[in-house]
């Protein structure tokens, strides 16, 4: 396990360096220039601006610039937010998101769990069909089509919750089951698909059969093997929820990094550009990497291939 | 099948609260339930504003700042020679005095004498040697200013050639016509007159930097609250980036008395529905609504509109042999329905224009509005028929029987649906036109704008200085703006005899000839809309003044009366 990890990480590194010199040159593809009120410089003014940002330099000088740099763990400072440091912008709008994120992950999975069980369980039953009903709704549903209307009628009709801002608990209630909406919908669909292939295997009649209870039966054989395929869209849904609340962030006015970092694309903020996506990616990465760990956890025999290699 | 969706939204609530209770999380000792409600009934009228702003602020520093957020900032907290009034007038800031004038060798030195209780929120004095410093680095190539320009726009000696590559003062800081006398006065020499010249000085350019403060702070300076001396009406009590910022009344300020607002809180809010449920939910006292909304409202007592002064028009690329056909420019500048823009798609105050200076912007020597000349606007008597007319005999002298032109335009919601209006325009008016609708991320579009690679383009602009000249000049033959091929001897003298006129009245004949030429002989452009700007506001809040150019408003008058 110890020597499957450590290759993991040696490849980890290397996709980390590939994702970075790729988006560089990318980046530098994008037209036009950082300047805020570029429709009015001149071409001799941008000419002027690109030297003392040093964006002149041929891109090759700027990209080893730039790796040097991230070796040393320095991000750049931002152009848009006038020589603030990429680091601490980053720093201080992963906070929210981060929150958010985990509060919806872990409810949306918990709720999402409970709902599929109970739906396969209670297979053709009104639970059943109600469960199937709340999941195609929260993924046809957009979650922006959700988050409008809790805020209108929780927040302005009722006046139950905030309608926005980012100032306690109370604040992430609404954002939170924006979010989950998708999460549950997923998780719930999957495990109760899931359940009942289970439930339908040979090894569940057996276990019947040698006398064990059927809430033994559900917890150690049905949950723990049907949960097997909700892990692996785990990875993509944290993913998700890294990058897709932007909408949410932007609706509910939350001071996360989503909105930083689609509009650092719209602006040209290079260094923000890097520093996000560098973010993101290591976070992807290193999801992907859990998601395999966790299968090793949950099903040994994927534990055994993996120590072979 | 509503009420069934509605208990599961409520058990969500209920579950989520539960688990997040049991956990700990959050680290907010507010419950579910009572968040929302705002019966703060007290009404005594407390000196505090709530406001948003669509954007952050990317810079506090003066000489930096380029976008309307920073500019609206920096205006509450510091302050130069001038500030603009409720007129849009300049009135008296850090000067104690109007300026003593004299002329010499064709140049004209204004000496200022600066107010002794003009102070940074630390108590030190606003020296004329902190304006010197603001506006050397302003100039400096290292720390180049992306507004440097207004140096020279302001005629102040030698401000165009320090920033002129190639040119033998270029980067030599310590030539620009500015010098600190002494710590209480300042004099600026002037190469070139310009009738505006105390207007902007009201820019956030022009503003003086705590020299010594700055120094000690270095790089750090003005990125955060604690890293920045105010000399304006009100300070920063809070900055957060990415969430708001704070305002609170500045004790130092030598004009305190008149300042009422104690605190302001100001919210980054990019959703203008979030903002309109802020504001009806009572957590803000003033949004800015999108056409959208404006049905919603606009019977509203709340509700109100602002003419600004942008102007939105068509770019008619001459490059193109149909473009250089004036019968062809004419008929696309008649065939455009404006009405029908403004009033349904837009609807949010804009006006319809067929002119080019905008409406209520700036007055002439003797008190009127420019647009007081052509008031309807050009070819104002002419429509669709004569568009067609237009049309046929321009296709005729081309030699054409179809014309394809391309629509460059950008790819906001609101440029797409201008496109598609535009193009149903014409294309239903205008036998054997095709326009093919280019749509462009903005940095795109101003790249292909400016090499020239498209038709027709989408235009805006406002101004920079209050002075038509901030428009005119745009269209000067080869000029940075131009992007369209338009060239034309008699614009280019009448624009380049008003930039050095002195005589006041002669200079606005000019400049309003230029504009008969630009629109009415040449029809270089299609102007289409004149922008407006729909809002809601408490009737409690008094005094709020918004500016046509520089930054967008004053809080300093503002008053709460409930």
Not at chain 2, 304 to 321: D, H, K, V
Not at chain 2, 407 to 427: G, R, V
Request: include cysteine; aromatic fraction near 12%.
């Amino acid at each position: 396990m110890g020597r499957y990890i450590g290759g993991r990480v040696v490849s980890m590194v290397i996709t980390f360096l590939i994702i970075a010199s790729l988006t560089f040159f990318l980046m530098k593809l994008l037209p036009g220039t950082p300047f805020n009120n570029q429709e009015k410089l001149s071409d001799a003014q941008i000419v002027q601006l690109n030297e003392k940002y040093g964006l002149n330099d041929p891109v090759a000088v700027q990209y080893f610039t730039y790796m040097t740099n991230l070796f040393k763990g320095d991000l750049g400072v931002s152009f848009q937010q006038d020589g603030r440091q990429v680091s601490t912008i980053i720093g201080e709008r992963i906070g929210p998101s981060a929150y958010l994120g985990f509060q919806s992950l872990v409810v949306g999975t918990i709720l999402g769990l409970v709902l599929g069980i109970v739906a396969a369980l209670r297979h053709n039953s009104i639970w059943d069909y109600g469960t199937m009903v709340v999941a195609v709704l929260g993924i046809s549903i957009p979650s922006f089509v959700i988050a409008g209307l809790m805020q209108y009628w929780f927040g302005v009709k009722w006046q139950l919750l905030p309608v926005a801002y980012w100032d306690g608990f109370a604040y992430t209630i609404m954002p939170t089951i924006a979010i989950a909406s998708i999460v549950v919908a997923t998780i719930a669909r999957f495990m109760r698909t899931e359940m009942l292939e289970v439930l339908g295997q040979d090894y569940i009649v057996t276990a019947k059969a040698k006398g064990l209870s059927s809430t033994a039966v559900v917890i150690r054989h049905t949950i723990r093997n049907a949960s097997i395929p909700i892990i692996t869209i785990m990875g993509p849904l944290v993913v998700g929820l890294m990058t897709g609340t932007l909408v949410i962030e932007r609706i509910f006015v939350i001071p996360g990094l989503g909105e930083k970092f689609v509009n650092s694309i719209l602006t040209n903020d290079f260094p923000i550009i890097m520093g996000t996506t560098l973010f993101f990616s290591f976070l992807f990465i290193l999801v992907i990497l859990l998601v395999d760990i966790l299968y090793g956890i949950v099903d040994p025999r994927i534990r055994l291939a993996g120590g072979k290699e | 099948m509503k009420k069934s969706r509605w208990t599961l939204v409520l058990s969500l609530v209920l579950v989520l609260s539960m688990f997040l209770s049991a956990c700990g999380g959050g680290g907010s000792n507010e419950g579910n339930g009572n968040a929302g409600g705002d019966d703060s009934g007290s009404e005594s009228a407390k000196q505090e504003l709530n406001l948003t702003d669509s954007a952050e602020i990317p810079s506090m520093d003066t000489t930096q700042a380029t976008d309307t957020t920073s500019f609206k900032a920096m205006n509450q907290v510091f302050e130069g020679l001038y500030r603009l009034d409720k007129n849009n007038e300049p009135t008296l800031g850090v000067a104690a005095d109007e300026p003593e004038v004299e002329e010499k060798d064709g140049e004209t030195v204004y000496t200022f004498t600066l107010r002794e209780d003009a102070k940074w929120s630390d108590g030190s004095q606003v020296t004329a040697e902190d304006f010197i410093y603001a506006w050397h680095k302003a100039l400096h190539p290292d720390t180049l200013s992306p507004y440097a320009s207004m140096f020279g726009t302001a005629g102040i000696k030698n401000g165009n050639a320090i920033v002129t590559e190639g040119d033998p003062l270029y980067g030599k800081v310590e030539e620009l016509g500015a010098k600190a006398v002494d710590e209480k006065t300042l004099e600026l020499t002037v190469e070139s007159k310009t009738p505006y010249f105390k207007s902007l000085l009201t820019f956030a350019t022009f503003y003086p930097q705590p020299k010594g403060f700055a120094e000690e702070q270095g790089d750090k300076y003005a990125l955060e609250a604690d890293t920045m001396l105010y000399n304006g009406p009100f300070v920063f009590s809070e900055w957060n980036h990415g969430e708001g910022w704070n305002y609170k009344k500045n004790t130092e300020y030598w004009d305190a008395d008149v300042v009422s607002l104690e605190n302001i809180s100001v919210k980054v809010v990019q959703d203008v529905a979030t903002a309109v449920n802020l504001y009806e939910t009572g957590k803000i006292d003033r949004a800015g609504l999108s056409s959208d909304f404006v049905d919603q409202f606009q019977d509203r007592e709340d509700f109100s509109t602002i003419l600004e002064p942008t102007m939105f028009f068509l770019r008619m690329n001459q490059e193109n042999e149909a473009l250089a056909n004036k019968n062809v420019r004419k008929a696309l500048f008649l065939a455009y329905d404006r009405e029908g823009l403004v009033n349904v798609l837009l609807n949010n105050g804009s006006i319809a224009a067929k002119y080019f200076v905008p409406s209520d912007f700036v007055s002439g020597p003797n008190g009127d509005d420019f647009r007081d000349h052509a008031p309807d606007g050009f070819h104002a008597d002419m429509g669709e028929a004569e568009a067609k007319e237009a049309w046929a005999a321009g296709l005729e002298e081309l030699g054409m029987d179809s014309v394809e032109l391309e629509f460059l335009t950008t790819d906001s919601e609101l440029a797409s649906k201008i496109a598609e209006y535009a193009k149903e325009q014409y294309e239903s008016k205008l036998d054997g036109l095709t326009l093919t609708i280019n749509k462009q991320p903005w940095k795109q579009f101003l790249e292909l704008e400016d090499n020239g690679e498209f038709d027709i383009s989408t235009g805006g602009w406002g101004p920079d200085y209050p002075d038509p000249m901030t428009f005119l000049y745009m269209f000067e033959t080869d000029g940075a703006y131009n992007r369209m091929a338009y060239s034309s001897e008699k614009y280019d003298e009448l624009v380049s005899n008003a930039k050095t006129e002195t005589d006041a009245a002669k200079r606005w004949e000019m400049m309003q000839e230029a504009e008969t030429v630009l629109m009415e002989e040449d029809i270089a452009i299609v102007p289409t809309y004149q922008r407006g700007l729909a809002i809601l506001q408490k009737d409690y809040v008094k005094n709020y003044y918004v500016h046509p150019f520089g930054a967008d408003a004053s809080y300093k008058w503002i008053k709460i009366e409930k």
